[in-house]
């Protein structure tokens, strides 16, 4: 089974820095991509960054020079490095990934392509 799991939030003063991690585990073939998302109270979840096999990334626009995404193709595991955090980067951070794997469809095992999220991990940024 295909779990992801981040880890690393916290609490941190205004212009403090925290990293997080996120780690994909079970029967991989292959990761297409993985990226952090957040979701603020009262506020929809938007895209942080995400990275491709290529290595493109893309960033949203309130967190360019200040964040920076990592990956460790050997241990699955992608890093967000956060510095400057600033109060309105308070959120739920949650890591997903496009993972392909094994599926059984009855028949055969199948390569399949899905979404996973990891369960979330809280940043909270004092004034």
């Known amino acids: 089974q295909v779990r992801v799991v981040e880890s690393g939030g916290g609490l941190v003063q205004a212009g403090g820095s925290l990293t997080l991690s996120c780690a994909a585990s079970?029967?991989?073939?292959?990761?297409?991509?993985m990226g952090w998302y957040r979701q603020a109270p009262g506020k929809q979840r938007e895209l942080v960054v995400d990275?491709?096999?290529?290595?493109?990334?893309n960033y949203v626009d309130s967190v360019k020079g200040r964040f920076t995404i990592s990956r460790d193709n050997a241990k699955n595991t992608v890093y967000l490095q956060m510095n400057g955090l600033k109060p309105e980067d308070t959120a739920v951070y949650y890591c997903?990934?496009?993972?392909?794997?094994?599926?059984?469809?009855?028949?055969?095992?199948?390569?399949?392509?899905?979404?996973?999220w990891g369960q979330g991990t809280q940043v909270t940024v004092s004034s």
């Open positions: 997903n990934a496009e993972i392909v794997s094994s599926w059984y469809d009855g028949q055969y095992f199948v390569p399949t392509t899905r979404d996973y």
């Open positions: 079970g029967s991989i073939l292959r990761i297409n991509a």
């Open positions: 990275i491709t096999n290529s290595g493109r990334t």
